[in-house]
């Protein structure tokens, strides 16, 4: 009876410590159920506190893998390191003795392997997806370093295995948008994504006319490229000549806040030209071009016209036409500009394509800043009239853009292009 309980305790104790050991490997996510984890323990090295986890790596090998023979022993142990995933910060190292094997027929050694450990390599595959993880976060390659425990260049070696820029996508998008954005440098790159899903669809290391259409040409189909129904665009003119060219189907639709930018830009030249004449600089129309120019770029139907406020600058009460109306009253060129703005914010914001159409016919010319952006639109006539035709805009690929400088930002730049481009396909997962 007392051999009995005997037996069963050493069992129970047994059970434990398989359990205690399934559970240290499933923590570094090791899955291998021939890894028997014999210790762990703590090392500091040049003050760095490092958890060591030590292990065993063997199972029954029947069959010599050079000859076949199943003349095979066991030939001791080799000892072997390997970087596990980091655990709150802290590195993990794993020391495991390997099982060595000998054929007395071939004379060849083996040794014990496991799918949880590279082969040759110290670097886990859990280190790898944690790698991954934390690229995806944007954070810089030695940030990523050090919360791994790997090196930089590790880090960048394990990113360019795992991102595969395709050649193309099997199917290009009905709906496109174009920019570009400053690559390594002062080098300009092209960026293309899909206007409804907003995935990325190609990053160019040029922005050039030649570059863009001979990856189009050369890599789809024209009757592919025909099925593309409209492509969004800022006010470069490069785009609009050659879009038709790549895509014969397709409208350019100009992006509206580009427009709304270009006018506001001409509305304010004529400010900052009257303010400039103003001598005196205590004056009232001097004070409300100068602290209440926000007020000239907010929509007409928006403005307060019946409560009077207390406006900063000016150090007056009086209502937000009323200040409007100040900063007009002077200037035929300034006033002319302010009123062909609200019409083409009211054209914009309702959609109407027929008055926006209307402005641009019966625009008389002032000899003003808004002369230059209305001859701008004029020369695009169709794609700034599909801004209103059409629901979609370049904010996608402007949100892609704002991502891409963040991560130049915190990595402080990038030296070179591939390892750029491939950080930028991540981020945008």
Not at 53 to 62: D, F, H, M
């Amino acid at each position: 009876m007392l051999r009995l309980n005997h037996h069963k305790s050493i069992e129970s104790e047994e059970n434990i410590v398989s359990l205690i050991n399934d559970s240290i490997l499933k923590l570094v996510k090791i899955t291998d159920t021939n890894l028997h984890v014999l210790d762990s323990y703590s090392e500091r090295k040049r003050g760095v506190v490092t958890l060591i986890i030590e292990a065993k790596l063997s199972y029954p090998l029947t069959h010599c893998p050079h000859c076949h023979s199943e003349a095979l022993i066991k030939n001791g142990y080799r000892l072997a390191h390997a970087k596990l995933p980091s655990i709150n910060g802290d590195p993990v190292r794993l020391r495991v003795h390997k099982q060595r094997y000998l054929c007395h027929h071939c004379g060849h050694t083996c040794g014990a392997r496991s799918n949880s450990l590279s082969f040759n390599h110290t670097l886990t595959p859990g280190v790898a997806q944690q790698t991954i993880k934390l690229a995806k976060l944007s954070l810089a390659g030695t940030t990523i370093a050090t919360l791994t425990g790997i090196s930089n260049t590790s880090v960048t070696r394990i990113i360019n295995a795992e991102v595969h820029r395709p050649y193309r996508l099997k199917k290009l998008p009905e709906n496109l948008c174009f920019d570009e954005f400053r690559s390594t440098g002062n080098h300009m790159s092209f960026i293309c994504c899909d206007a409804d899903s907003h995935r990325l669809v190609v990053t160019l290391p040029g922005r050039l006319s030649n570059d863009i259409i001979d990856y189009f040409t050369s890599r789809y189909s024209l009757t592919e490229r025909q099925a593309i129904k409209s492509v969004v665009v800022d006010l470069n003119a490069q785009y609009c000549s050659f879009i038709h060219r790549i895509f014969p189907n397709a409208k350019t639709c100009i992006d509206r806040f580009h427009i709304v930018q270009l006018v506001s830009r001409a509305l304010d030249t004529e400010r900052l030209r009257v303010l400039h004449d103003i001598d005196d600089h205590k004056s009232r129309l001097y004070k409300v071009l100068k602290s209440q120019w926000k007020l000239l770029h907010k929509d007409q139907s928006e403005l307060n016209a019946s409560k009077p406020v207390f406006l900063r600058g000016i150090n007056e009460y009086m209502t937000q036409q009323n200040a409007v109306d100040l900063a007009l009253s002077t200037d035929t060129q300034l006033a002319n500009a302010y009123q062909t703005y609200q019409k083409l914010l009211t054209a914009i914001r309702h959609r109407q394509a027929k008055n926006f159409g209307k402005l641009f016919n019966t625009y008389q010319p002032t000899h003003s800043a808004m002369d230059t952006a209305i001859t701008t639109f004029k020369k695009n006539y169709e794609a700034v009239l599909n801004s209103c035709r059409l629901s979609y805009s370049n904010g996608p690929i402007e949100g892609i853009n704002r991502k891409i400088k963040t991560l130049k930002r915190i990595g402080y730049g990038f030296r070179n292009l591939t390892n750029f481009f491939n950080r930028i396909a991540l981020i945008r997962e």
